[in-house]
């Protein structure tokens, strides 16, 4: 089944098309194929977001506003600044607050980029950009033999902030080439409060998982090509949605992953209903989820041994190496 790819975003670029290896499946699999759930699930299933949504004076909003910052190591500064999600909760984003900011919030966080003073620091690689209803900005952080990259996008509907997207990747040299990394040390110290045992402890059981591993291409199989697979939890009580990509592995008849190397991606909508077609429409990359490919993706529950509760009380640990089953015989197209 060929995944088609939504390029709605100008300047973010594919992530993870080959990713780092994760823990051996064999020795960290949590539920064993001969206890997977044979219930075969709904092919055009959609899932839309009907739970209750979240009130403006649901939100904890204690930001640091960026354009602010005197600091003189803009690096470290930025870096702080995301591994504090902007001294906010989501799904405030980055210090920004969709359904409740509004145009002048997005104009001071871009401005901060464009100014062009942070390209000084040659430890940055930044390109900003803002039009009348969208702008972004992507902030690489380069070290001798690896980078991270952060991209944010804000999207605005009638001078409001409506949509926030977060995503990011690692890459790294190797013998002169650059690869995209899952165990990037100061990748994981970036997002930290982002990680999925951050996530879970923090914001509790997400009212849906969804997973998809995507399928080889032609002329393309695996191995010897890596391909994702992709978990999402969706807090639609919440406003927000967090998608983690890892390695999609094989075994006795079953895709596998392990989500504790991952790639992370959010988007945050905040206190007002939508439905998740339109919460990933802003995603991009093959190996994210997305308005195109939506109707792939499955319930945990229904393609794996685990419950949304089993889910929880697995991963919420840091500590866990655990993976995720489910027979390639659910994802094979008919």
């Given at each position: 089944?060929?995944?088609?790819?939504?390029?709605?975003?100008?300047?973010?670029?594919?992530?993870?098309?080959?990713?780092?290896?994760?823990?051996?499946?064999?020795?960290?699999?949590?539920?064993?194929?001969?206890?997977?759930q044979t219930q075969e699930p709904s092919?055009?299933?959609?899932?839309?977001?009907?739970?209750?949504?979240?009130?403006?004076?649901?939100?904890?909003?204690?930001?640091?506003?960026?354009?602010?910052?005197?600091?003189?190591?803009?690096?470290?500064?930025?870096?702080?600044?995301?591994?504090?999600?902007?001294?906010?909760?989501?799904?405030?984003?980055?210090?920004?607050?969709?359904?409740?900011?509004?145009?002048?919030?997005?104009?001071?966080?871009?401005?901060?980029?464009?100014?062009?003073?942070?390209?000084?620091?040659?430890?940055?690689?930044?390109?900003?950009?803002?039009?009348?209803?969208?702008?972004?900005?992507?902030?690489?952080?380069?070290?001798?033999?690896?980078?991270?990259?952060?991209?944010?996008?804000?999207?605005?509907?009638?001078?409001?902030?409506?949509?926030?997207?977060?995503?990011?990747?690692?890459?790294?040299?190797?013998?002169?080439?650059?690869?995209?990394?899952?165990?990037?040390?100061?990748?994981?110290?970036?997002?930290?409060?982002?990680?999925?045992?951050?996530?879970?402890?923090?914001?509790?059981?997400?009212?849906?998982?969804?997973?998809?591993?995507?399928?080889?291409?032609?002329?393309?199989?695996?191995?010897?090509?890596?391909?994702?697979?992709?978990?999402?939890?969706?807090?639609?009580?919440?406003?927000?949605?967090?998608?983690?990509?890892?390695?999609?592995?094989?075994?006795?008849?079953?895709?596998?992953?392990?989500?504790?190397?991952?790639?992370?991606?959010?988007?945050?909508?905040?206190?007002?209903?939508?439905?998740?077609?339109?919460?990933?429409?802003?995603?991009?990359?093959?190996?994210?989820?997305?308005?195109?490919?939506?109707?792939?993706?499955?319930?945990?529950?229904?393609?794996?041994?685990?419950?949304?509760?089993?889910?929880?009380?697995?991963?919420?640990?840091?500590?866990?190496s655990d993976c995720i089953v489910t027979?390639?015989?659910?994802?094979?197209?008919?």
């Open positions: 089944m060929q995944i088609k790819s939504n390029r709605t975003i100008i300047f973010v670029v594919l992530v993870a098309s080959i990713l780092a290896s994760c823990s051996s499946p064999k020795e960290t699999m949590t539920t064993p194929a001969s206890n997977i092919i055009n299933y959609v899932p839309s977001l009907t739970d209750t949504i979240i009130t403006a004076t649901d939100y904890k909003i204690t930001p640091t506003t960026i354009s602010d910052s005197t600091e003189t190591n803009p690096k470290q500064f930025l870096a702080e600044f995301i591994q504090a999600n902007g001294n906010c909760k989501l799904p405030c984003l980055m210090g920004l607050a969709p359904g409740i900011g509004g145009k002048s919030d997005a104009d001071a966080f871009l401005s901060y980029f464009l100014g062009g003073h942070l390209k000084k620091d040659t430890g940055l690689d930044i390109y900003a950009v803002n039009k009348p209803e969208w702008g972004g900005v992507v902030i690489g952080f380069l070290e001798e033999n690896s980078s991270q990259y952060i991209s944010i996008d804000i999207y605005q509907e009638k001078s409001s902030i409506k949509q926030v997207v977060l995503s990011s990747w690692a890459s790294r040299q190797i013998n002169g080439k650059t690869e995209m990394s899952l165990d990037d040390i100061k990748y994981g110290q970036l997002l930290r409060n982002f990680s999925l045992a951050e996530i879970l402890t923090v914001y509790g059981r997400p009212s849906q998982i969804l997973i998809a591993p995507f399928p080889d291409d032609p002329g393309h199989p695996s191995p010897p090509t890596i391909y994702p697979l992709s978990i999402v939890l969706v807090y639609s009580e919440k406003g927000f949605l967090i998608q983690y990509v890892t390695n999609r592995e094989e075994s006795d008849g079953n895709y596998i992953g392990c989500p504790n190397k991952s790639s992370i991606s959010i988007s945050a909508w905040g206190p007002y209903e939508l439905p998740l077609v339109e919460a990933v429409r802003y995603f991009s990359g093959v190996n994210s989820i997305n308005s195109l490919n939506i109707s792939y993706f499955r319930q945990i529950q229904d393609v794996t041994s685990l419950s949304i509760d089993t889910f929880y009380q697995v991963f919420k640990d840091s500590r866990s027979p390639i015989k659910y994802w094979t197209t008919k």
